[in-house]
């Protein structure tokens, strides 16, 4: 889909730049397939904040998406594209030929009454799931399970993917999108196609009331207060902190590795943060 421009009418419209969602539709979800969304306001079960500037927020209703796809050998047909509030790709409502119906991620160039299928071996369409040890090299694919049976967990956000680029002693070698590739089960199950909205990140809200419905809060530059509130608070003029930048805990942030999970860590094969030859 295409970004659409609004004519300055108002202040918030200036340079309001969204994501046209004219095929999309209209309606409410399937009520069968929805359940409620208790905001938390970033608090945990002691009332104690543990995520800072989250508050208010639209109202939402939480869509059950199919990601593990395990319902195999049954066709199913694309009834409408939907909007979810709670991601950023598209979401597709699909029915069954033994009339079930599930919402999938929608994948780029998969439209209405198009045909899906899940099986260990299938066409490689987009919306089509399938084993990875069963996808040609050099597959794009999104919704890649880590383990088999749990569901997927990589390439779900709006236009992203990975790609199959070679097999090994019964595992899979995926290329992710950060430029980490990595070992994954053959058994795990990956959907043919790159996510939609891949406009998504080209959007401009013109306006911060646009992001608090959103439910994020203002946050303040650590630079702009006091030493007592922030390790980069305080000096005389503006200061650019004068330091790495940290937490106000003083913990570092941006770009800090902070990846401990040496158990996993032979499936890597390169690591995101390998520098690339020029």
Not at 33 to 48: D, I, S, V, Y
Not at 121 to 139: E, F, I, R
Request: net charge positive; aromatic share 6%; charged share 30%.
């Amino acid at each position: 889909m295409a970004l659409k421009s609004y004519k300055p009418t108002s202040p918030g419209r200036r340079g309001l730049v969204l994501v046209d969602k004219t095929g999309l539709w209209k309606g409410r979800p399937v009520k069968a397939l929805t359940e409620g969304k208790k905001k938390t306001g970033g608090r945990n079960n002691k009332g104690h904040v543990t995520s800072r500037g989250i508050a208010g927020g639209h109202k939402q209703k939480y869509r059950k998406i199919d990601f593990k796809r395990r319902k195999f050998g049954v066709q199913g047909t694309v009834e409408r594209m939907e909007y979810d509030p709670n991601r950023t790709a598209f979401i597709a409502l699909i029915t069954y030929d033994d009339g079930e119906q599930a919402y999938i991620l929608a994948p780029q160039r998969l439209d209405v009454g198009d045909k899906v299928i899940a099986g260990e071996k299938t066409d490689t369409k987009p919306g089509n799931a399938m084993l990875l040890s069963q996808m040609p090299v050099g597959t794009i694919v999104h919704n890649v399970e880590m383990k088999p049976g749990k569901g997927g967990q990589i390439a779900r956000s709006a236009g992203t993917y990975a790609q199959v680029v070679g097999r090994d002693r019964g595992m899979v070698i995926v290329r992710l999108n950060s430029g980490e590739q990595r070992y994954i089960r053959g058994e795990c199950m990956g959907t043919v196609g790159a996510v939609s909205n891949p406009d998504n990140s080209n959007q401009t809200f013109a306006k911060a009331g646009r992001t608090r419905w959103k439910g994020r809060r203002p946050l303040t530059r650590g630079v702009a207060k006091n030493p007592v509130d922030h390790p980069h608070g305080g000096g005389e003029g503006r200061t650019s902190g004068g330091r790495h930048p940290v937490t106000p805990w003083g913990k570092p942030t941006k770009g800090a590795r902070t990846r401990k999970n040496k158990q996993t860590d032979k499936m890597i094969i390169r690591s995101r943060h390998a520098k690339k030859k020029r």
